[in-house]
């Protein structure tokens, strides 16, 4: 007799083992048993059972993507990839030699991600006191564990945020300190800075911290600033979705030229404009777009005032750093232009 005729009876009887374990798995079940498994049904539990050679003699209430039918007759490195296999027949190999219960978490690779599932072994012992096999009970933990994670993620991502608004926070505090005179200039600025910042936290939060809409970030920045004529401000161009970043610092730009206008600028009188534009450019051969704000006035004698009050340092250095950009304010006769240019990676751009 050849090798190949040895191999090929083995293979034989391997298969003749699988039809037996698989009539078995097809044959007679206790009503009450039967009723049990029913009720179990819909739910994420499952059941199976291995003799003392952690072959699958059974299989109930399996999770969708597995099959009882093709399990039985099979080992565990037979179904499932390593190391998960590993670790289960660890698992199962120790109850069978002490007799000893064990709960294992197991994360099982599939074509739609890691699959979750909490299984307990325990020992199947016959009247001699002998281990015939072990009785498996588990639940798919996918949906939990997936929670989990992505709660962990939010709660590291809220972390991380927070710990960013508090240094914004110190420096609108250093700033403003430094361009004030008294308590009384340092708490109005301060806080007009602080709700500035609180308008455009207010957008992404509503996002789900995608991002925030510019021209929706605009309309919340006017909607909660007192004075502002209807009318007497324009937007037009692009909407980009700014990232939670750059939300935060383009808002306490507009911020800064809002306020300024309505103390000294266009907004203060009964006839400028202001006039906001979005649209594609390039800055040192980058991408992006450009905000330009163009305000026009017709009291010349207001512009020294406007000069000294305008956040110089917030426009042209703050904000372009925070978001990778470059800013220019530009005083000329009647008219304030300020620009920004915002680079690709300031929002998304492929929205």
């Known amino acids: 007799m050849t090798q190949d005729d040895d191999d090929k009876i083995g293979d034989d009887k391997i298969g003749d083992d699988k039809s037996a374990h698989r009539r078995a798995f097809d044959g007679a079940r206790l009503p009450s048993v039967q009723r049990l498994l029913g009720a179990l049904r819909g739910t994420d539990i499952f059941f199976f059972y291995q003799n003392d050679e952690l072959i699958y003699e059974w299989l109930e ?40 219960p064990q709960t294992i978490s197991l994360g099982i690779p599939t074509d739609k991600g890691v699959r979750h599932f909490d299984v307990w072994i325990d020992p199947d012992i016959d009247e001699d006191g002998r281990t015939r096999g072990v009785i498996c009970s588990g639940i798919d933990k996918t949906d939990e564990r997936q929670r989990e994670i992505a709660t962990r993620n939010l709660l590291r991502e809220v972390n991380h945020r927070s710990g960013n608004l508090l240094a914004i926070v110190q420096s609108l505090a250093k700033q403003t300190s430094q361009h004030v005179e008294t308590v009384d200039e340092f708490y109005e600025a301060f806080i007009g800075r602080l709700n500035a910042l609180s308008v455009s936290q207010a957008e992404v939060t509503e996002q789900e911290w995608r991002g925030a809409s510019l021209h929706a970030l605009l309309a919340r920045l006017m909607a909660r600033s007192t004075g502002i004529p209807v009318g007497r401000v324009t937007i037009t161009g692009d909407d980009p979705t700014l990232t939670p970043n750059s939300a935060t610092h383009v ?29 594609r450019g390039q800055s040192d051969g980058a991408r992006g777009l450009v905000l330009t704000w163009s305000e026009a006035y017709v009291d010349t004698g207001i512009l020294t005032d406007i000069s000294l009050s305008f956040g110089i340092l917030t426009l042209e250095r703050v904000v372009p750093a925070a978001i990778g950009g470059r800013g220019t304010l530009t005083i000329d006769g009647h008219q304030v232009t300020y620009t920004l240019f915002m680079p690709e990676s300031s929002y998304d751009h492929e929205a």
Do not use: C, M
């Open 251 to 279: 808002g306490l730009a507009l911020h800064e030229l809002f306020a300024n206008s309505l103390l000294a600028g266009a907004l203060s009188g009964g006839s400028g404009n202001i006039a906001i534009d979005v649209s």
């Open 61 to 100: 209430n399996v999770p969708d993507g597995f099959s009882a039918r093709d399990s039985v007759g099979n080992h565990d490195r037979d179904l499932l990839p390593a190391p998960a296999s590993e670790r289960l027949i660890a698992a199962k190999q120790h109850v069978l030699d002490t007799q000893t």
